[in-house]
């Protein structure tokens, strides 16, 4: 018996020491979502005018990666606008690894600082420290509400922002069939201007 009261007095210690980091880590989620959903509304605005800083930034990078490589064979363009694409694509991808990762987390430190304060309610009503009991009562239900707050803030931006990282790879992949299909057509005149060039020359000779 004094070792399973041993345990259950590590556990509880344990738990309690707890407490602080689990509050302090969903206080700093509560000010990421919040930051993170300013950003949001800023890209939702900048979509609905039309235009994209994901797709625009990655068109300059794609044409001064075509205009360096405009010598180059065509199919070894190929395969570094696809590299180029792939990493992008990957990017954008894990851009919503935060979010989701605030999608398991913040409802997990909510359960946390509910579980926590339960036990110190329970031990001060024990105890028959009333005003204890209810400040720790106060405690679990707020952070249980900003744990799912947060998970439920951070999962609505997911699904948009999924629609728009979709939406953006599309316009990518077209972008650089198009850019790569204009190089193309750009390298085959340089090369017949080259030949005529040449022909010109032996027929002058």
Same mark, same amino acid.
């Given at each position: 018996m004094n070792i399973l009261a041993g345990l259950e007095t590590f556990l509880y210690v344990l738990a309690s020491a707890?407490?602080?980091?689990?509050?302090?880590? *969903?206080? *700093? *989620?509560?000010?990421?979502i919040v930051i993170s959903f300013g950003g949001f509304l800023r890209?939702?605005?900048?979509?609905?005018?039309?235009?994209?800083?994901?797709?625009s930034r990655y068109k300059r990078t794609l044409e001064s990666e075509i205009q360096s490589s405009g010598s180059i064979h065509s199919e070894n363009l190929?395969?570094?606008?696809?590299?180029?694409?792939?990493?992008?694509?990957l990017e954008l991808i894990k851009s919503l690894d935060k979010i989701r990762?605030?999608?398991?987390?913040?409802?997990?430190?909510?359960?946390?600082?509910?579980?926590?304060?339960?036990?110190?309610?329970?031990?001060?009503?024990?105890?028959g420290d009333m005003p204890k009991?209810?400040?720790?009562?106060?405690?679990?239900?707020?952070?249980?509400?900003?744990?799912?707050?947060?998970?439920v803030a951070a999962y609505l931006m997911t699904l948009v922002k999924e629609k728009w990282i979709r939406a953006?790879?599309?316009?990518?992949?077209?972008l650089t069939e198009l850019l790569l299909r204009t190089s193309k057509i750009k390298i085959q005149n340089a090369k017949m201007e080259v030949k005529d060039e040449i022909l010109e020359e032996k027929t002058i000779s």
């Open positions: 707890l407490f602080y980091p689990v509050v302090a880590g *969903l206080v *700093l *989620l509560v000010f990421w890209e939702y605005i900048e979509r609905k005018q039309g235009s994209s800083s994901i797709v190929d395969i570094k606008l696809e590299r180029l694409l792939q990493k992008s694509e990762f605030a999608i398991r987390v913040g409802p997990a430190l909510g359960l946390m600082g509910t579980l926590i304060p339960m036990g110190i309610a329970l031990s001060a009503l024990a105890q009991m209810a400040g720790s009562m106060v405690t679990a239900f707020t952070t249980t509400v900003a744990g799912l707050a947060c998970g953006d790879m599309r316009e990518m992949e077209y």
